[in-house]
Each structure stands twice: as C-alpha cells, then as structure tokens.
C-alpha cells in the first residue's frame, strides 16, 4: 500500500475561502436576483495594462518566428531583459544592489513562500505572525514541521507572534531564537506596514539567532510614503539574514497571468548538522533547477513591460484606483463609527467587528443584510477573531455602495 503523507491530516478542515464559497452560494440561491457584492477573496479586479497586453501579443509573435522561438527558460528562470529592469526598477531606485545570479523567477509567491521551507531540515523551528498568509504554515505542516492543531486553532511547534492593534499589527521579534520566520509587510490580512525601525529589529534579533527571515513584499506596490522600506535590503545587514518574494499579481494584476520573483542573497547562509555554513543561493538554484523549468518568454516580457515608461504610468494607475477605493471604504466606514486598520499602504482593511461579534457572526450579518462578502478575521489565526478584513480589489462604484450597505447593516441592529 502507498503509505500517504500523513501530515496532510494535521490540516485544519474546512479552508477559509471554500466555506465562504458555500456560505455565499447558499444565501445566492436563496435570494434570486440580490446583488452581491464581492469584497472577499483577495485577488485583482481591473483588466491588464494595455502595455502589457501589447507586449504579451507581441511575444507570442515572436514564439511564432524561427528567429524569435523560445523554448526551456535560463537558469534561474529569468531572461536577462526582465532581470535588469528588476534590478533597476524595483532595487537601485532604491538604492540596492542586487546581483543577477542572486534573482530567481517563478509562477508566483504562493509557491515561492510555500516552497523555500524544503531547503530547511524538518526540525527548523518556524514562526509566524497571527493572522497570517495560510500558506506559511500549511506548506510547514505539510513537510511535518508541526504537531496536531490544537483546539484554539494554534498548531504544536509553531512561534505564533500576536498582530494586535497594541503593536500596530506588526509584532516585534520573539524573545526566543526561532530558525524561520516568514514576514509579510503591508500585510494580508491586517494592511499594515512595517517600519523601518521595526525591520531593523527584526534583522538584528535574526542576525543575533541565526534565523532566516523570509519577506513578502507582494504588496510593495501599494506603499505610498517614501520613506517606508520597500524592500529588506534597504536594511542594513539584510543580506546576511533574509529573502525577499515579491510578486506582479498585486501590483499589476498578473494573478491570472503569473509571475514573481525571489532574491537570495550570497550572505544568506543555513548550516549543516555539524555547523558548516552553507549560502542559501545555491540550495534554492538546486532546488528550482530540479522542480520547476521557468516563466513562459510571453509572460516574461508582459513582466518586463509593467517596467516601460507606459506600463509604470498604467500599473501605477492600478494602484492609485484600489487605494483609492480603499480610502473611500475607510474614510465612509471610519466616518460611520467603524474601528479600521490598514488600507494606506495596502488594499486590505482591518475592521474590528461591531458590537463584540466574532468573525463569522460579523461575516453573515453583512451578507444577510448588506449583501456584502468580506473575509472572517479568525480564519487567518486566532488572533484574527474579532475583525474581518474588506479588501479594495472592486470597482469604484460597488465598494461606494458597499459603504452605504454596510452602515445600513448596523445601523439597523
Ligand atoms: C496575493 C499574495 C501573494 C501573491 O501570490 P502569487 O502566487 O504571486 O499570485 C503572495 N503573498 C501574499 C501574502 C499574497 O496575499
């Protein structure tokens, strides 16, 4: 018999998106012809940029010319185009310099960040933050890093760290050494951003430990202060002690299209049972090489496009629609009585729930009454109970009647 992957039992039953899928579906089918408006699952809503249309047609052209075909992709998966204007686009405005060979293209930062953990051993001790990105600590079940989930959601062996409205939602390091610890600034769920002050103590406390940071920054897009750190590597010391993913399915609406990157860099070193340090650049290329075989050139080069003159002016554009919906949704909600978070450098708001209500209660109240799908805090970690997240990924005209709803919803009560 094929023994199975028991770790996969351990999963907690019942994922978050498929039972809002059933909850909604039910109250469709109940009620004909309600219009419901979607502010739930977190993915993009306007269409491409037409530069980037025009580039992936273009590449597709090319796929088509004996001089312009293309087959298996380069190494680290990134053709030599896409980059360099990575590197100049998103690091050297910013003053970082980051290595070609130290870029590696994929399919996506889910994968990504649900991939790096299998270049660590089993007994790494990892942490996240609570609420968090599922996919942290699901792909760190699924590789045995963790017990039994618990009855209060926690899983044994897991660092939770507590994103509370007392720490901002961006929680300090752990007293403790930890070995992994996945960070994810502006943040899904909460919206909030790290500081720079709160980076740099992250760096140290890992530099101290030996732990490596992994950083997502797939919504690096939507910070619009300048001062905020985009990037860890605008930290100094970074290099030694952190990765970095980031993503162009936020900040120009490739979730159905498909590209991201990972930076490791040469500094960033694991060890060996023994204590041999080991850079974390070549296990990842060993790994990449041997399971994934790149990003199609068409979808490479619309990448590359989101970085010409016109593509930063459309995706920019993007970008300013969604936060401005964002504002309309908080200022209206905020100006309702609403307790909010997030939503200035995010497309995320974090609402507490009225009256004391937990998640879900709150989740079905605005369905029944305000026709609106929003997402349960508390199935992104306990510590989640008690908000719901509203994300901005709509068009304008819904989430200003997504207001109006949701004030009625309450205000009835
Ligand atoms: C949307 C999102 C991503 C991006 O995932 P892709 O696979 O690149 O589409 C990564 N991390 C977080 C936290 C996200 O919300």
């Known amino acids: 018999m094929a023994r199975i992957n028991e770790n996969y039992q351990k999963l907690q039953a019942g994922y978050l998106f498929p039972e809002i899928g059933r ?12 219009e419901i408006i979607r502010l739930g699952i977190g993915d993009v809503t306007l269409p491409l940029a037409p530069a980037v ?24 998966g990134g053709y030599g185009f896409l980059v360099e204007a990575v590197r100049e686009h998103d690091y050297r405005t910013r003053g970082v310099e980051v290595a070609d060979d130290e870029l590696f293209f994929s399919d996506g930062s889910k994968q990504d960040s649900g991939n790096f953990q299998e270049i660590f051993d089993a007994s790494c001790r990892i942490a996240v933050t609570d609420p968090v990105y599922p996919v942290y600590v699901d792909t760190n079940v699924m ?32 007293d403790r050494a930890v070995d992994l610890v996945y960070l994810c600034s502006p943040n899904n769920p909460t919206g909030a951003v790290a500081s720079r002050e709160n980076l740099e103590r992250w760096v140290a406390w890992a530099r101290e430990c030996g732990a490596v940071i992994v950083f997502d920054a797939a919504y690096d897009a939507f910070i619009s202060d300048p001062d905020l750190p985009r990037s860890i590597f605008e930290i100094d010391g970074a290099r030694e002690c952190a990765v970095e993913m980031r993503s162009f399915s936020k900040r120009a609406g490739f979730t159905g299209v498909r590209c991201a990157y990972t930076v490791v860099p ?31 050139y068409p979808i490479q080069r619309a990448a590359a496009a989101v970085f010409s003159a016109d593509g930063r002016k459309q995706t920019h554009e993007q970008v300013a629609y969604y936060l401005e919906n964002a504002r309309v949704l908080r200022e209206g909600l905020g100006a309702a009585g609403f ?19 937990g998640s879900w209660d709150c989740f079905d109240r605005l369905l029944e009454r305000a026709h609106v799908v929003a997402t349960p805090g508390a199935g992104f970690g306990p510590a989640g109970e008690g908000y719901i997240r509203i994300s901005a ?14 004030r009625e919803a309450f205000a009835a009560s």
Request: glycine residues 12%; charged residues 25%; hydrophobic residues 35%.
């Open 23 to 34: 909850r909604v579906a039910a109250f469709a089918a109940a009620h004909a012809g309600a």
């Open 53 to 76: 249309v025009e580039a992936l047609r273009a590449a597709a052209d090319e796929m088509g010319t004996e001089e312009g075909f293309r087959g298996y992709g380069p190494e680290r």
């Open 143 to 174: 590789a045995g890093r963790t017990g039994e989930a618990r009855d209060d959601g926690y899983y044994d062996g897991i660092v939770y760290l507590p994103a509370t409205e007392e720490n901002g939602f961006t929680p300090d390091p752990p």
């Open 266 to 296: 040469h500094e960033a070193c694991g060890t060996t049972a023994s204590g041999e340090r080991v850079p974390l650049n070549g296990l990842w290329a060993r790994r990449q090489a041997t399971k994934f075989n790149s990003v199609p």
């Open 339 to 357: 307790t909010l978070f997030g939503g200035v450098h995010a497309p995320y708001i974090w609402m507490r729930t009225p009256e004391g209500m």
């Open 393 to 406: 990924f709509n068009s304008r005209q819904k989430v200003e009647r997504a207001v109006e709803l949701i």
